[in-house]
T-cell receptor
Framework: NAGVTQTPKFQVLKTGQSMTLQCAQD?????MSWYRQDPGMGLRLIHY???????DQGEVPNGYNVSRSTTEDFPLRLLSAAPSQTSVYFC??????????????????FGNGTRLTVT | GNSVTQMEGPVTLSEEAFLTINCTYT??????LFWYVQYPGEGLQLLLK?????DKGSNKGFEATYRKETTSFHLEKGSVQVSDSAVYFC???????????FGTGTLLAVQP
């Protein structure tokens, strides 16, 4: 029962470096998303995907890229890290349940987070 | 746009005290409402949910009722335990989008 697996758990980067945060789920969930958690800000959506080959921006997408080449994986890329990207990052997935003319997600399953520090 | 407002914490209670954490929302249409809990060092877990007005979600002694007239989804528990110490997030999913919007979280600390 792996659920949602995030790697690494901790990472320290220098300003300007690039890296990829990995996220994999084994529940065949259509929906995957990335959030960042900052003190006093709650969780803010960075990017999300409703299926392989489909991605869209959330509330705070700048500085981050994503791709969804398979159902299982949803990596988050930081192209040029900045101190403002110091945060805890959570990947989450869910089924995508359709209801009449609209869609809503079944509850999200979260990974255990990646704590990123950019100096 | 959609938004969620939670009471600020931290909330500090003695064991067996009554808990209320307020949550109000702004949304178009008929959103689904959730409470998630985050224990130290872990990701978020779903605690309970309600998908339409007057629904009551419940789990592990926690309850919340979807009140459309007051746009609220307050979390309650009659008798908290030390093991309930965690951060609690209210969240909203609007029907027209696939995005889950979270409140800022409320830290609950229960003392023996």
């Amino acid at each position: 029962n792996a659920g949602v697996t995030q790697t690494p758990k901790f990472q320290v980067l220098k300003t300007g470096q690039s890296m990829t945060l990995q996220c994999a789920q084994d529940m065949n969930h259509e929906y995957m998303s990335w959030y960042r958690q900052d003190p006093g800000m709650g969780l803010r959506l960075i990017h999300y995907s409703v299926g392989a080959g489909i991605t869209d921006q959330g509330e705070v997408p700048n500085g981050y890229n994503v791709s969804r080449s398979t159902t299982e994986d949803f990596p988050l890329r930081l192209l040029s890290a900045a101190p403002s990207q110091t945060s805890v990052y959570f990947c989450a997935s869910s089924r995508l349940v359709k209801m009449t003319a609209s869609s809503y997600n079944s509850p999200l399953h979260f990974g255990n987070g990646t704590r990123l520090t950019v100096t | 746009g959609n938004s969620v407002t939670q009471m600020e914490g931290p909330v500090t209670l003695s064991e067996e005290a009554f808990l209320t954490i307020n949550c109000t929302y702004t949304a178009t249409g008929y959103p689904s409402l959730f409470w998630y809990v985050q224990y130290p060092g872990e990701g978020l877990q779903l605690l309970l949910k309600a998908t339409k007005a007057d629904d009551k979600g419940s789990n592990k002694g926690f309850e919340a009722t979807y009140r459309k007239e007051t746009t609220s989804f307050h979390l309650e528990k009659g008798s908290v335990q030390v093991s309930d110490s965690a951060v609690y997030f209210c969240a909203l999913h609007g029907g027209a989008t696939n995005k889950l919007i979270f409140g800022t979280g409320t830290l609950l600390a229960v003392q023996p």
